[in-house]
């Protein structure tokens, strides 16, 4: 599976914009990336996914390089709620499994 | 979005006893749905993907005689840890993609299994 590296943590202020980085250098043609998020003892939670061009959704937006080898999950306004572990992955297209990394464990302060 | 539940939330049990876990996808059909197990202060592991109508493909590692994974509908995965032990405690997960391409995987809210 292509690997993805994270920031172990990061921490926002609440209201602030956050932005959560993703590398992922070695990242196939075929390959989605998608970010989910998991809330203390929940299942995860689909966040968004893109390709090649970036992508906004009511949750986030995400920003892909050019080159695909990075990427950047941006909530605009982070709220105590947005407190969570949040993973990048690799898939491709179909009817496949997420691998998990270790993610990033992002914090909010009031 | 889709919904994905699961049952029991959580359970505690015996050593020695087995524990039989249902995966639901509530408005839709998913003809795959994968399993994670999940120990504290770490990432989801993924242990098996369950195939409606036939067998169940395990990870490495992974015993498919101690967890076993019966995809009877569309609708309804089950994990059975059979003779659980304290070492099986974990939050169990599943999730079942959908969406186009199956873009979108959604999962359930886990199942706490705490064996005594």
């Known amino acids: 599976d292509a690997k993805t590296t994270q920031p172990n943590s990061m921490e926002s202020n609440e209201e602030e914009p956050v932005h959560l980085p993703c590398n992922h250098s070695?990242?196939?043609?075929?390959?989605?990336i998608h970010w989910y998020r998991q809330l203390p003892s929940q299942g995860p939670e689909y966040v968004i996914h893109?390709?090649?061009s970036n992508v906004n959704n009511r949750m986030a937006s995400l920003a892909i390089a050019e080159d695909r080898k990075s990427s950047t999950l941006i909530l605009h306004r982070a709220t105590l709620r947005d407190a969570a572990v949040y993973y990048c992955?690799?898939?491709?297209?179909?009817?496949?499994?997420?691998?998990f990394g270790k993610g990033t464990r992002l914090s909010v302060i009031a | 979005g889709a919904v994905v539940s699961q049952h029991p939330s959580w359970v505690i049990c015996k050593s020695g006893t087995s524990v039989k876990i249902e995966c639901r996808s509530l408005?839709?059909?998913?003809?795959?749905m994968f399993w994670y197990r999940q120990f504290p202060k770490q990432s989801l592991m993924l242990m098996a993907t369950?195939?409606?109508?036939?067998?169940?493909?395990?990870e490495q590692g992974v015993e498919k005689d101690k967890f076993l994974i019966n995809h009877a509908s569309l609708t309804l995965s089950t994990l059975t840890v059979t003779s659980a032990h304290p070492e099986d405690s974990s939050f169990y997960i599943c999730?079942?993609?959908?969406?186009?391409?199956?873009?979108?995987?959604?999962f359930g809210p886990g199942t706490r299994l705490t064996v005594l």
């Open positions: 893109g390709l090649t």
């Open positions: 992955i690799l898939r491709p297209q179909g009817n496949t499994p997420l691998v």
């Open positions: 070695t990242i196939s043609g075929t390959d989605y």
């Open positions: 408005d839709f059909q998913a003809t795959t």
């Open positions: 999730s079942a993609p959908t969406g186009v391409s199956y873009n979108e995987q959604f």
């Open positions: 369950s195939n409606e109508g036939s067998k169940a493909t395990y």
